[in-house]
């Protein structure tokens, strides 16, 4: 039998009791366990972002994060921003902005904004970039990316794509 | 964003920037990808991959992992006597798990399926194989030398799908295939030329990165094999399947959910016989989810060694261009027998030539299988092509705007004899480039600006079908074979069904990519859905309201007078919409109407290519002289794509498409070794673009209504990718008179060649 710890994680504002075995990443169980898919599995080894999920509000690679270590912390997905079926302004300026093609990174690009903006209401597009760095994009150049955030926080300097990242 | 349009006013929603369609799905999460699907009963595939790049495999011994508790199957080639074991649409040399030899290291040798993904794991560790390593070959040269190994002993079936019509040739057992472009008088061309430069260039291995992994689930059920996999062309796939495991056509569904990432490197079939392989051995649903790491080693981008020569008259106009091109292909050919073809179609540029005699084999290596990339075969050459223009513009001094201007073929004019007529303006489009760089007023000392164009014969070929169904309440449902792998298919598709039936958008539904549920289409490939599928779904749409027609006149105005109205007919003035036509020919409250459109190798699509594919793409640089680092000052894209029917889509991919290119330009390859090991095949060492490598950009739009497809438009998506190495590398010349020869342009590169630029500089390492 291979050895087994009993958590309470608690996602999305919900406790869920779950037996995991140690060697268990968080995304796996998020995934797996929990049916929680808007996190995605890329890179495996903790630089594209499309694992990126919160724990205590803070941005974090769930692929390299073990599920066990997040017992007594917040854990917050992409499934847990839209509330009562509105769309939040970040997901509203990616529409807007089309700030996705293919969509795989989009979860994690929204938890890092997400973060991001939490952190820091009115960001400049430098610190914009700054805060999606570690997460990749390899459909949109991510130009519409730095727009939509921008956007959703308001900025008046979101003049779209002639703007470059700099 | 600019749009410079000249084209008529199209219906709406043509030429609106309405949002995607799949907006919310992606921007919620809800969005599910192969990755997040499971089936009942499903059990979980990992395959036990070769050490070694070349070997014989003497002896594979499965028992001990086949003990282990929750383990179901083991299976090899040994297994599969009952299964067609070599895939492949160009040339069935793949085996879809090795077959005695392995070519490459990382080639699937074993596949485990278990009750759960890290059993699977834990007993590909108990699997016993042993080898007898055989000579390697990693290089094109390497593989042509005399008394190289031989990858392929056997000689591969030919198949028709190759996306060409010549046979493959091969002159040697480790060439793939050979393709020629020829034309004019080249020796009387070369004589008589004013100038004739010469030079070698080399186009790394690349890696697409697709974020989604490799992924498919495979459940036979019912006689038949149902597979889901993330894939662009569903229907080829299924082609393969049936042909691996003797099953006619309609006993095979695949069906593609969202994707995430394609860029031509999941085009064609990759681990789907594999997938259904273990499923029939394993009697279960299967998924294999391969890791990112996995999938670098199932398929990457062609590298390219080019040597070329262009010959030029003193005013700069070109007389021929000569060039061989050798494309590393690895271990299988896949896509690349027409990489090559296009490679050696493409690096002709989109100039006048009068004679041209180039080359292209590919090259079997034991590397990784090369396939199809975004912009196959283009930027492979147009690099070269691209930075020997401004070489001769330097040389006779003339500015390289003006060579290009010089060279350019008019609209209407064909690149080489029956080709259709280039259906773009190519000196417009230059224009629109050098205005955005401001070209005219001299650059800032230490910078350098270039601007490249290149035109790629694109879509494929025009096979496409699609069904429009017109339901009793009006709405609308169209089915198509072509697969939204991000570049909006789901939405420009509808926004043309809606402009056709007279619709709003939201009474409008599409159905992809589901080979038994949808209708035909050949692949999602050459930036051919806008204008192939849009034309199919044109053709079903006017097949609809033609039979609309006639059943308003049936069943509404009793054998008398009806005139098409928008959305609908009037008959004696009283207008019905197209819902009331179906309940009124069926008398009764449900009932559609089935619209049905075929696009085929003929009207408007007898010329091929269906369209010309333009890449336009302006760059400014600095060079830090100290590390050798470039940097891009500003990048500027024309998309001359006739209409675009969603500018902001359009865009998007232009935009991506280029930072894409520039990834390759500057940092993005897959290094082997010369004994075959890839040394860098993980995202950490492989390095793509981040948000802080982007550049100011200026996207362009140019609309001219000029294409072959629904109101005048045609491809885009990988025309940006195409000139921008060659724009870098021609920008780094201006700025610091650097000649580079060698893509990615990585700081230690420039920094060489800033070193011999500068013999006896201070500081030298």
């Not at chain 2, 396939?371 to 283009?378: I, L």
């Not at chain 2, 600095?622 to 500003?634: L, M």
């Not at chain 2, 793509?688 to 362009?700: E, L, N, Q, Y």
Request: charged share 20%; hydrophobic share 40%.
């Amino acid at each position: 039998m291979r050895e087994t710890v009993e958590l309470s994680l608690v996602v999305n504002g919900r406790a869920h009791p779950i037996r995991v075995e140690p060697r268990e990443t968080l995304a796996d169980v998020l995934r797996e366990r929990l049916g929680l898919t808007g996190l995605k599995i890329s890179c495996d080894v903790q630089v594209c972002g499309a694992c990126t999920v919160l724990v205590d509000g803070l941005a974090i690679s769930a692929c390299t994060y073990l599920a066990a270590d997040a017992e007594g912390h917040e854990v917050t997905t992409v499934e847990g921003l839209a509330r009562a079926g509105q769309l939040s302004p970040l997901q509203q300026s990616f529409i807007d902005a089309a700030a996705f093609q293919c969509g795989f990174c989009t979860p994690g690009m929204r938890m890092a904004a997400t973060a991001l903006l939490a952190e820091n209401p009115a960001p400049t597009r430098a610190q914009v970039v700054a805060g999606i760095e570690g997460n990749i994009c390899r459909c949109t150049g991510y130009v519409p990316i730095i727009d939509a955030i921008l956007e959703a926080a308001g900025a008046v300097d979101a003049a779209g794509v002639s703007e470059g990242a700099r | 964003m600019r749009r410079v349009t000249t084209r008529a006013t199209p219906p709406s929603p043509i030429g609106e920037s309405v949002p995607r369609r799949d907006g919310i799905a992606k921007v919620t999460g809800a969005a599910r990808f192969t990755s997040d699907l499971s089936v009942p009963g499903m059990a979980w595939a990992k395959i036990l991959r070769s050490p070694y790049p070349h070997a014989r495999i003497s002896s594979i011994d499965t028992a001990a992992a086949l003990a282990l508790p929750g383990v179901i199957a083991a299976v090899s080639a040994a297994d599969l006597a009952d299964v067609e074991l070599y895939y492949g649409h160009a040339l069935a040399d793949h085996p879809l798990i090795a077959h005695g030899v392995v070519r490459y290291g990382g080639e699937p040798v074993v596949g485990i399926v278990a009750e759960d993904p890290a059993t699977a794991e834990e007993a590909l560790a108990l699997v016993s194989v042993e080898y007898d390593p055989l000579p390697v070959v990693t290089t094109v040269e390497a593989a042509l030398a005399p008394g190289a190994p031989i990858l392929h002993e056997r000689e591969a079936e030919q198949r028709p799908q190759r996306g060409f019509e010549e046979a493959i040739e091969r002159d040697h057992p480790n060439v793939c295939s050979s393709s020629t472009q020829r034309w004019g008088d080249i020796d009387a061309a070369f004589a008589g030329a004013d100038l004739v430069v010469e030079g070698d260039f080399r186009y790394p291995i690349s890696y697409a990165y697709a974020m989604e992994p490799y992924t498919a689930i495979a459940h036979w059920s019912d006689g038949g094999l149902t597979v889901w996999s993330s894939c662009q062309h569903p229907f080829m796939v299924r082609d393969d399947l049936a042909r691996c495991f003797h099953l006619p056509l309609s006993a095979v569904r695949v069906i593609v959910p969202y994707v995430g990432g394609g860029y031509g490197s999941k085009s064609y079939t990759k681990i789907e016989p594999l997938t259904a392989a273990l499923a029939l051995r394993a009697d279960r649903p299967v998924k294999l989810a391969l890791s990112i790491e996995e999938s670098i080693l199932t398929t990457r981008g062609d590298g390219a060694v080019v040597h070329i020569a262009s010959a030029f008259d003193g005013d700069g106009r070109l007389r021929g261009r000569r060039a061989e091109i050798l494309l590393n292909t690895g271990a299988y050919a896949e896509n690349s027998p027409l990489v090559g073809r296009k490679a050696a179609n493409r690096i002709c540029g989109p100039y006048r030539i009068p004679a041209v005699d180039v080359t292209c084999r590919a090259i079997y290596t034991n590397t990784s299988p090369a396939s199809s990339f975004r912009g196959f075969g283009a930027p492979q050459g147009i690099f070269a092509g691209e930075s020997q223009m401004d070489e001769a513009a330097e040389r006779l001094g003339i500015d390289p705007l003006e060579i290009r201007r010089r060279n350019v073929v008019r609209p209407g004019e064909a690149l080489w004899s029956k080709a259709r007529g280039m259906d773009a303006d190519l000196d417009a489009d230059l224009l629109l480039a050098a205005d955005a760089l401001a070209w005219d007023t001299p650059a800032r000392p230490g910078r350098g600006r270039a601007i490249c164009i290149s035109a790629s014969d694109a879509g494929s070929e025009p096979v496409t079908t699609s069904l429009l169904r017109v339901h009793a309440d009006g709405s609308v449902t169209v089915t198509v074979g072509s697969t939204e792998i991000g570049q909006g298919s789901s939405t420009v598709l509808a926004q043309i069904a809606a402009a056709e039936m007279d619709l709003p958008l939201d009474r409008v539904h599409l159905l992809q990519s589901d080979t038994t549920a949808a209708s035909y289409d050949r692949s999602t490939g050459a930036s051919r859905t806008t204008t192939l599928v849009g034309l199919a779904i044109q053709a079903a749409a006017r097949d609809a309201r033609s039979q609309l027609l006639e059943w308003a006149r049936d069943a509404l105005a009793g054998g008398g007078t009806v005139e098409p109205a928008k959305g609908g007919v009037l008959v004696a003035g009283v207008h019905h919409d197209w819902g009331a036509i179906v309940r009124a020919w069926f008398a009764g409250a449900g009932g559609e109407v089935v619209g049905r459109g075929y696009l085929r190798r003929a009207g408007s699509m007898t010329a091929m290519p269906p369209f010309w594919e333009i890449g336009c793409v302006g760059a400014e640089v600095s060079v830090d002289e100290e590390t050798g680092q470039i940097r891009v000052e500003r990048l500027v894209t024309v998309g001359d794509v006739g209409c675009a029917i969603n500018p902001q889509l359009v865009e998007s991919q232009d935009v991506g498409a280029a930072i894409m290119g520039l990834g390759i330009a500057l940092s993005e390859e897959l290094v082997y070794t010369p004994e075959g090991s890839l040394l860098n095949g993980n995202l950490v060492e492989y390095r793509v673009p981040r948000a802080s490598d982007i550049p100011p950009f200026t996207a362009i739009l140019a609309e001219r209504g000029d294409g072959v497809g629904v109101y005048g438009a045609k491809g885009g998506g990988e025309g940006a990718l195409n000139p921008v190495a060659a724009a870098v590398a021609n920008a780094v010349r201006r700025a610091t008179g650097i000649r580079l020869h060698e893509a990615p342009f990585t700081p230690e590169r420039v920094w060489r060649a800033l070193r011999e630029r500068d013999p006896g500089r201070e500081g030298d390492g």
